[in-house]
């Protein structure tokens, strides 16, 4: 390629402004790189024909375009990775590129007998939303394997679909059986096409995961909470009564015998004492016999009645106060833990991880529905 190139290149650059080339496995688009690329940069490695996927990982090359990035082709025929993965690629070696812009060349094969601009335009959707779209120029590959009358209807259908899909038009390319000037002339008509293309922030591009997710957010911030009831096992404590004794020191009495000394009081009748009487007496002599009495004062031993005192013991029952243990039966309390079940009513709401099939059906769906609003 010519040197005429270089000051579109600077300007390229100091825009910050990268191009990132998008589309199917075996293209063109590491060959058309390989072409573009500046002498001093190392050309991509390009497939060999037999159909096989080559690129694996994105590549920035310095070229007469500015800075491009080679990517892998979504539908890889090794299936090394899914075309999301691939889209995911392809968004890191853009952070690698340090671009605060993009332009997207999105490669179309002539050769092919279907069209499959609409299926890459879903992949790269997929990969950076739809604002990607109004920045992207379709390159209409391999036009030399096509004879003229081949070449032309296909080409219109291609202009027709990409202005559909709202990308911002169609550029003719091949990379071979061509002169010097031929080259040349298809490269002036690429840049100028290019120029007119307008660039995307970075920043607005949108990744499909993120989307995925802010779309599971949505349905999950959404749903019904479902109320069940359920039987939840509980654990509580309750004061168990039980029955206890325990021994306590009382104060109490008890009989005691006891010695009692008691004084007891007798007559003593057996001993005697002397006393004087008067008594009738016959009288002495012969005045006796004739029967005279006379008084006569004689002693006479009479009872001495006495009472009498003696100490005897007597056993005798008292009421002695003591200290006793005595068993007493009371109600005590002690604390248990017993489990119970209980109906609960349970509200539950399902995590955003659920949502997650649901939410990336319906970003595909919206996907394919504004490509569809767009499709011929």
């Known amino acids: 390629?010519?040197?005429?190139?270089?000051?579109?290149?600077?300007?390229?650059?100091?825009?910050?402004?990268?191009?990132?080339?998008?589309?199917?496995?075996?293209?063109?688009?590491?060959?058309?790189?390989?072409?573009?690329?500046?002498?001093?940069?190392?050309?991509?490695?390009?497939?060999t024909g037999d159909?096989?996927?080559?690129?694996?990982?994105?590549?920035?090359?310095?070229?007469?375009?500015?800075?491009?990035?080679?990517?892998?082709?979504?539908n890889d025929s090794r299936l090394r990775f899914t075309d999301e993965e691939a889209g995911r690629r392809?968004?890191?070696?853009?952070?690698?590129?340090?671009?605060?812009?993009?332009?997207?060349?999105?490669?179309?094969?002539?050769?092919?007998?279907?069209?499959?601009?609409?299926?890459?335009?879903?992949?790269?959707?997929q990969s950076f939303g739809g604002v990607a779209a109004p920045s992207t120029l379709v390159l209409a590959t391999k036009a030399d394997k096509l004879d003229d009358d081949e070449k032309e209807p296909k080409l219109e259908r291609l202009k027709e679909a990409a202005a559909k899909l709202g990308f911002h038009g169609v550029v003719l390319w091949q990379n071979k059986r061509?002169?010097?000037?031929?080259?040349?002339?298809?490269?002036?008509?690429?840049?100028?096409?290019?120029?007119?293309v307008p660039s995307t922030k970075i920043?607005?591009?949108?990744?499909?995961?993120?989307?995925?997710?802010?779309?599971?957010?949505?349905?999950?911030?959404?749903?019904?909470?479902?109320?069940?009831?359920?039987?939840?096992?509980?654990?509580?404590?309750?004061?168990?009564?039980?029955?206890?004794?325990?021994q306590v020191e009382v104060d109490g009495y008890e009989i005691k015998k006891e010695t009692e000394w008691r004084t007891e009081y007798t007559l003593d009748t057996k001993a005697t004492k002397p006393q004087k009487e008067e008594v009738d007496v016959p009288c002495g002599h012969l005045w006796g016999v004739l029967g005279y009495r006379e008084k006569k004062?004689?002693?006479?031993?009479?009872?001495?009645?006495?009472?009498?005192?003696?100490?005897k013991p007597h056993l005798v029952d008292k009421l002695v106060p003591v200290k006793k243990r005595q068993d007493i039966t009371y109600t005590a309390f002690r604390t248990k833990v017993v489990s119970e079940t209980q109906q609960h009513q349970v509200t539950t709401r399902l995590p955003v991880s659920k949502f997650m099939a649901e939410a990336r059906e319906l970003v595909m769906q919206e996907i394919r529905g504004s490509l569809s609003s767009k499709a011929i």
Request: net charge negative; charged share 25%.
């Open 1 to 47: 390629m010519g040197s005429s190139s270089t000051d579109f290149t600077a300007d390229m650059e100091e825009s910050k402004c990268a191009i990132v080339t998008f589309g199917p496995t075996q293209s063109g688009k590491s060959t058309t790189l390989g072409k573009l690329a500046l002498p001093s940069e190392f050309a991509p490695k390009t497939g």
């Open 51 to 74: 159909g096989e996927s080559c690129t694996e990982h994105p590549q920035v090359i310095r070229t007469f375009l500015g800075l491009a990035l080679d990517t892998p082709g979504v």
């Open 90 to 125: 392809v968004a890191l070696g853009m952070a690698t590129t340090k671009a605060e812009e993009v332009k997207f060349i999105v490669f179309e094969s002539l050769a092919n007998d279907s069209l499959g601009l609409r299926l890459t335009a879903e992949k790269l959707c």
């Open 178 to 196: 061509l002169d010097t000037e031929g080259e040349q002339n298809q490269l002036e008509v690429l840049k100028k096409a290019l120029q007119s």
């Open 203 to 246: 920043a607005a591009l949108e990744d499909l995961k993120d989307r995925i997710l802010a779309k599971a957010q949505e349905l999950c911030e959404k749903q019904i909470p479902q109320t069940t009831t359920k039987s939840i096992n509980v654990e509580k404590q309750i004061q168990d009564p039980y029955e206890k004794t325990q």
């Open 297 to 311: 004062v004689v002693e006479v031993q009479v009872p001495d009645v006495k009472l009498k005192s003696t100490e």
